[in-house]
């Protein structure tokens, strides 16, 4: 049968992968892109918002013990209270603008009884030590403007102290707040520039560029492999199933080897000889 080389083994092999990544491509590559394209343009979305958006009360937009909603991601709100630098704490391994950073975050009591978490910003590493120096927060209580941010995954590696400091690994209330043995409102409020409080060394966080990324461009990349894969095993398969491809194994002429054909010639020879004899 022409199609039965598609049972040998290798071939059985290739079909396999190439029917793996093409689903892959299909199912899980582009559809995650898709979804890092649709997040970045909410976010664009969020962030142009609040760039219009008066800030507004805490309260108002966050109610206590909850977290802020996605339509609160990014807007602005004011606080008034006390930062408490007992529950301060560095997340490690961060990067600002493409350099390493360490981002300090700071437990803020409002005075209406409930704590939350405040970004006060970066601060680069410093030569020769293993945790930067920083400006402690203002004592008293201080009224500030930060946006509103939702809880980042919680790391499972557990916080630990380093020069007095606390290091902690994602930027999450919870994990803080256990550290700390204190009460924090889920979610965290990364602080505008030029408020109370912001780290000196770095300053606050800078906001993120208003750009869809190529998040799109890949998803449609990915598509376009798996297509490829699955064209080149279509092409290969209908190559091979043709008389003479190169899994044919019919049966082909054997082809002679010099020292056959040398012999032929020269028994051809012998008996043109005897012929002419004759």
């Known amino acids: 049968m022409r199609f039965r080389f598609l049972l040998q083994p290798n071939w059985l092999l290739l079909t396999l992968v190439v029917f793996v990544f093409a689903a892959a491509c299909y199912t899980i590559l582009a559809p995650w892109q898709f979804s890092r394209n649709a997040d970045q343009q909410a976010q664009n979305a969020a962030l142009t918002s609040s760039f219009t958006s008066k800030p507004v009360p805490v309260e108002q937009l966050v109610p206590a013990g909850t977290e802020p909603s996605s339509t609160a991601v990014w807007r602005l709100v004011t606080m008034t209270g006390t930062y408490e630098p007992a529950g301060e704490a560095m997340a490690r391994l961060r990067t600002v603008q493409g350099e390493p950073a360490f981002e300090i975050v700071t437990p803020f009591k409002l005075t209406d009884g409930r704590t939350v978490l405040v970004d006060r910003g970066y ?17 008293g209580q201080v009224s500030i403007t930060a946006r509103a941010q939702v809880d ?4 499972k590696r557990p916080s630990f102290l380093d020069g007095g ?3 902690i690994y994602s ?18 409020f990364q602080l505008d520039a030029n408020q109370p409080g912001v780290v000196k060394g770095g300053g606050a966080i800078p906001l993120p560029q208003l750009d869809d990324g190529p998040y799109f461009s ?4 990915w ?3 798996g297509s490829m894969a ?17 899994l044919d194994n019919s049966e082909k002429p054997k082809r002679k080897s010099v020292a056959e054909i040398l012999a032929e010639d020269e028994a051809r020879e012998r008996a043109e000889a005897s012929a002419a004899k004759g």
């Open 123 to 139: 601060e680069p590493p410093q030569a020769g030590k293993s945790v930067p120096g920083y400006v402690a927060p203002p004592k």
């Open 152 to 155: 980042e995954p919680v790391d």
């Open 165 to 167: 400091k606390r290091q």
């Open 171 to 188: 930027i999450n209330a919870g994990t803080v707040a256990q550290a700390a043995d204190m009460k924090i409102d889920p979610g965290y």
């Open 218 to 221: 890949y998803a449609i990349q």
């Open 223 to 225: 598509l376009i492999f």
């Open 230 to 246: 699955l064209f080149g095993w279509g092409y290969f398969s209908w190559r091979e199933a043709r008389p003479g491809g190169a």
